[in-house]
C-alpha cells in the first residue's frame, strides 16, 4: 500500500494493520522505545513508526540506520505525540537494504550547493521531494489544460541541418571522429550520419506552426537546447519549452489563451500539491501562496511597450540603465512593471529590431505585435506573438535581418495561410515561479550548466 | 468555434447559423451550385458546405481553390445527399489565405513516399491527420496512467558524459569548431562548453533508478538518440520512449504494471479516436480494430525463455534461423510464439549473456530476471527488467562486461537499495501497433533517419 492512500484516509484504517514499503527518513531511540520517520516518496507527508521492547525485534530495530529500505507492518493508532494524529505502531519491520552511517543525507540542514553535488540523492530531502513532483505536478497540468482544449501534442524534431531559427546559440552533433578529423586535417560533411552539418534545436515553433495550419490548435513540450556560455541563475543549456501554436488566433485571443492556461495550471498545482505549497511558502519564499492566489483571481493587465517606457521614465527611481523608446527594458523595469500595476503584466507591440523576425509587422511599421507576460517576483515568464502570415513582407524581413529563406517556412504563407500565433513558455521559468526557489540548477533533475555534464 | 464541437452535437444547431475557420480540402462545382468539403482540423471528420447561385458571392467562392483558408457564416441544415446526416448552406464566406493550383496535396492518392518529401504539409492528408493525432492522443494517455497511479514524471538529462549506457551508438555533442580541429591538428576537450567530450543519452533508465529509489515509482517520457546507420522500416535516429521505474517492485509485479498500463493506453485511444480508428481499420490494417480489442479482453501469457525454444524447436516450421538454447530469438520466432498463444506473450528469465548489465542475475546463475513483450502483428513492443540490487553482484557483472563502474549507480544498492524493477517501452513501436501504418517514418511528424534532417 503506498503512504498516499494511506495518509488520505487514515481515520479509517484506526486499529487496522497495514503494510508499507519505503526508507527510513530520521530514526530517534530511547531506553525502551524509539520513533522512526517513514516515508515512501508517494506524498510528501511522512508517517511516524513507532517500536518499544514489548516488540520482540526491538534490539534489532534499533540498530537499523537511517537511509535504510525497510517493509514495516504495522497497526495505525491515535498518536500521543504532538505533530500527527496517527501514527504506526510497529508489529514487525523487514529491512530491505541497509544504509552505511556515511550515507551522505543525514537529516540536518545542508546547502542546495552540497545538494547539487549529491543530484542523485536530494530527491530523497524535503526541498528537492517537493520540488521535483511540482515539475511532474505541473507537466501533467499543462497536458491536461492543452488536451482538454483539444491541442494536438506535437513531438518537434530535436535534429535540425537549419543553423539559424533566431534563438540562440547551437549545438553541433557529429557522428566523426574528432580525433580523425584533427589527424586527416579536413571536415567532411557528406560523412556525417545525415550526410550533413547538423545541430540541436533551440525551438520548435516554427515547425509547431506546420501543425497549427493543419489541426488549428497545436503544443510542444520538449527539450531545447542552447549552447551558451552564461553561468547565471536562470540559465541552463538543456531545458524544456512549451510552445502553443493556434491558426485563426490573433495577438489579443493569443493573450486571452495563455492568461487562462497559466491560472489553470497554477491552481492545478496548487489544488493537487498542498503540502509542499506549505512548505515552499514557510521555508523557501514568504508569502508564495497569497502570490499565487493572486494570480489566479487577477486580471492581466495588456500595455505597449510605448506606455510602458513613459511610465518607467515619469517614474522617481534612480535606474541603473535609463528606460529608452525603441529599446528593450531591463530586469529593474520588469519589476517595476509589475509592482506598479501590482499583478500579472502583458506587454506588448515592441520595437522591431529587438525581436524576431517571424513576429507580425504593426502597420506602423515600427512595431511588431509581441507579447511578453511580466509576473512579479518572476520577471519574463512567457513571450508571444503573432506570426507573420504575409509571404511578401515575411521574406523581406528574412532578408533584412539575414535569416536565411527557408522554402516550406514562406510555403506556409502560400498553401492556405491564415492569421496565426502562438507563444514560448521555458518551464523552469515557470517552476522557479511556482516553487519560490531561485536556482535554476535546483528545478531540474540532472541540470546541465557550463562545465556540468555528470550523472 | 471548432468543429468537433459542432459535430458533437450537430442535431442542436439545426436551423442555427454557425461560423467555422479552417480550409477547403475538396470543392466540387456545378452550373448553379457547389460542394465544399471543410475541415479545420479539430477533428478527423470533415463538414460539406454547400452553395448556389442565389448567394450573392457564387461568382467569387465557386473561384476558391482547395487548400485555402476561410471563415465561413453559414446554417446547418439537413442534407439531402449520401454521407452526411446535415450540412452547412453557406451564407458567407471570407477568404483568409489562398492556396495557388500547384499546390501539392490535391485530393488524389498520394504515396507515403511522396508524402514524406513534403513533410511539412502532409498532417493535412486523411492518413497522416488521423497518425499524428493518435500520437498526441496516446502520449496524454501514457500520461494520464502513470499521473492517476501515483508516479512521478521524471525528465532525465539528454546531455551524459557517459558514452556507454549500453544501449546502442551514441552521437557527440560538441561546441568546438570541427573545421579548427582540422586545422589545428588537435582535440582539446578541455575547451568543450561542458569542459569534455559530450554525448546524447540513449536510455534514462539509469537516472530514472534514483528517482524510483526517492519517489517509489517514476517514469520518463522523452526523447532517445541512436546513432545506428539502418535504414530499416523500424530504426530512426530520434524517437521518444517511456521508462517506468518502481521500487519495491519485482518481474513479476512490473509485468502486471505493463500489462495493465498496455490495455489502459489502447482502450484509451480507442475509445477518444473512433474515427480515426474506422479509417486505420478499413484503408490500413484491416483488422486492427479486432486485434485491439483483443488485447484489451485478453490475459498475456507469461512463459520462459527456455520453455519457448522448446516450443520452436518442436514446431513443424522450416526456419530461417534455428531456435537454440541460450541464443536469442528471430522476428519469426515472435510471430510465431504470439501466434501459438494466440495473444500477448511475455518472455521471460533470459539469457543473462545477450541482456544487458543491469538485470538481475537468477538463482540459476544463467539466466536474468527479463521479459519481453511480444504482441501479435509488431513482435517486441516492450522491454522490462527486474533490476540487480545486489552490489557486488552488479559490480562483478559490470566487470566481466566491461562497463565502466559509476559510483552514484553503484552507491543505490549501498543506500538503502531494495527490489526494483522497470521497463522501456519505445513510443513510435506502440503507435505502429496503434495505427497499422508499418514505417516508423511515418508515425514521426519529422523523423530523423541516415541521410534526413531536413525540414
Known amino acids: 500500500m503506498d503512504l498516499k492512500e494511506l495518509l488520505e484516509s487514515i481515520k479509517d484504517y484506526e486499529g487496522k494493520e497495514v503494510t508499507l514499503q519505503g526508507w527510513i527518513r530520521n530514526h530517534r531511540k530511547q531506553k525502551t522505545f524509539g520513533f522512526i520517520d517513514f516515508s515512501d516518496g508517494t506524498c510528501f507527508k511522512h508517517v511516524q513508526l513507532v517500536y518499544d521492547d514489548n516488540n520482540p525485534q526491538f534490539n534489532e530495530i534499533e540498530k537499523y540506520h537511517i537511509g535504510s529500505a525497510i517493509t514495516v507492518n504495522g497497526t495505525v493508532v491515535k498518536s500521543e505525540g504532538a505533530g500527527q494524529d496517527y501514527e504506526i505502531k510497529v508489529n514487525s519491520i523487514k529491512l530491505e537494504g541497509d544504509c552505511p552511517e556515511d550515507y551522505p543525507m543525514q537529516p540536518k540542514r545542508h546547502t542546495n550547493e552540497f545538494l547539487r553535488e549529491q543530484a542523485y540523492l536530494r530527491p530523497r530531502t524535503n526541498l528537492f521531494q517537493a520540488v521535483f513532483r511540482i515539475r511532474s505536478v505541473a507537466a501533467y497540468a499543462i497536458h491536461k489544460y492543452f488536451q482538454e482544449h483539444g491541442y494536438v501534442y506535437f513531438h518537434a524534431p530535436l535534429f535540425t541541418a537549419s543553423d539559424a531559427e533566431g534563438a540562440g546559440e547551437m549545438f553541433q552533433v557529429t557522428t566523426l571522429d574528432l580525433e580523425k578529423i584533427a589527424k586527416s586535417?579536413?571536415?567532411?560533411?557528406?560523412?556525417?550520419?545525415?550526410?550533413?552539418?547538423?545541430?540541436?534545436?533551440?525551438?520548435?515553433?516554427?515547425?509547431?506552426?506546420t501543425f497549427a495550419l493543419a489541426y488549428k490548435k497545436t503544443y510542444t513540450f520538449g527539450p531545447t537546447f542552447r549552447a551558451e556560455n552564461s553561468n547565471t541563475k536562470t540559465h541552463a543549456n538543456e531545458f524544456w519549452m512549451i510552445e502553443p501554436e493556434i491558426a485563426f488566433c490573433d495577438l489579443e485571443q493569443d493573450m486571452d489563451i495563455m492568461e487562462d492556461m497559466l491560472k489553470y495550471v497554477v491552481k492545478y498545482v496548487v489544488d493537487t500539491c498542498p503540502n509542499e505549497m506549505d512548505f515552499f511558502d514557510k521555508f523557501v519564499e514568504n508569502g508564495l501562496k497569497d502570490k499565487l492566489n493572486k494570480l489566479i483571481n487577477s486580471n492581466f493587465t495588456r500595455i505597449s511597450h510605448h506606455d510602458v517606457i513613459e511610465i518607467l521614465q515619469k517614474a522617481d527611481v534612480k535606474w541603473e540603465f535609463e528606460p529608452k523608446q525603441g529599446e528593450d527594458i531591463a530586469k529593474e523595469h520588469e519589476k517595476y512593471i509589475t509592482e506598479y500595476f501590482n499583478g500579472p503584466v502583458f506587454i506588448t507591440n515592441w520595437p522591431k529590431d529587438i525581436k524576431a523576425f517571424y513576429m507580425k509587422l504593426n502597420e506602423d511599421g515600427e512595431t511588431v505585435a509581441a507579447a511578453d507576460l511580466e509576473v512579479p517576483g518572476a520577471g519574463e515568464?512567457?513571450?508571444?506573438?503573432?506570426?507573420?502570415?504575409?509571404?511578401?513582407?515575411?521574406?523581406?524581413?528574412?532578408?533584412?535581418?539575414?535569416?536565411?529563406?527557408?522554402?516550406w517556412y514562406l510555403n506556409l504563407r502560400k498553401f492556405g495561410g491564415c492569421v496565426h500565433s502562438g507563444?514560448?513558455?521555458?518551464?523552469?521559468?515557470?517552476?522557479?515561479?511556482?516553487?519560490?526557489?531561485?536556482?535554476?540548477?535546483?528545478?531540474?533533475?540532472?541540470?546541465?550548466?557550463?562545465?556540468?555534464c555528470e550523472y
Open 423 to 452: 507563444f514560448g513558455m521555458g518551464f523552469e521559468r515557470l517552476l522557479i515561479y511556482l516553487t519560490g526557489v531561485e536556482n535554476i540548477r535546483d528545478v531540474i533533475p540532472y541540470p546541465r550548466t557550463p562545465g556540468n
Open 185 to 209: 586535417g579536413e571536415v567532411d560533411y557528406s560523412k556525417e550520419l545525415f550526410g550533413k552539418k547538423a545541430n540541436l534545436t533551440v525551438s520548435g515553433q516554427l515547425e509547431a506552426e
Open 381 to 407: 515568464l512567457i513571450g508571444a506573438s503573432q506570426r507573420e502570415e504575409n509571404y511578401d513582407k515575411l521574406i523581406k524581413r528574412m532578408k533584412e535581418m539575414n535569416v536565411p529563406t527557408t522554402d
